[in-house]
C-alpha cells in the first residue's frame, strides 16, 4: 500500500459519512492534510464562511487550523491523504 511505499511518510484513506453529524472539525499537525471529494458534499466553515465541496472538489488543510464541519450528504465520501510532520 502506499504507507509502505512511502516508507511510512504518507498515508491515505477513504471516509465515508456513518452516522448523524455532531459538531466534528478537520484539524491536523502534520506536514499535509488534502480530501478530494469522491461523491456526495460536504459543508465546511472557512473564513467564517460556509463553503460547499462536492464531487471532484478538493481540500487542503494548514496544519493548526481548525476547520468546523457544517453538513455532510449522507452519501459523502472523500479521499484522503496526510503526511505527518517531520521533526
Do not use: K, Y
Request: hydrophobic share 45%; with cysteine; proline share 6%.
Amino acid at each position: 500500500g502506499i504507507s509502505g511505499a512511502t516508507n511510512d511518510l504518507a498515508s491515505v484513506q477513504v471516509l465515508r459519512r456513518c452516522g448523524p453529524l455532531d459538531g466534528g472539525v478537520i484539524e491536523h499537525n502534520g506536514e499535509l492534510w488534502f480530501a478530494f471529494m469522491r461523491r456526495g458534499s460536504l459543508a465546511i466553515e472557512v473564513g467564517g464562511e460556509t463553503v460547499t465541496l462536492v464531487e471532484r472538489d478538493s481540500i487542503s488543510v494548514p496544519p493548526g487550523e481548525i476547520v468546523p464541519v457544517v453538513d455532510a450528504s449522507v452519501d459523502a465520501e472523500f479521499l484522503l491523504v496526510t503526511l505527518p510532520g517531520q521533526g
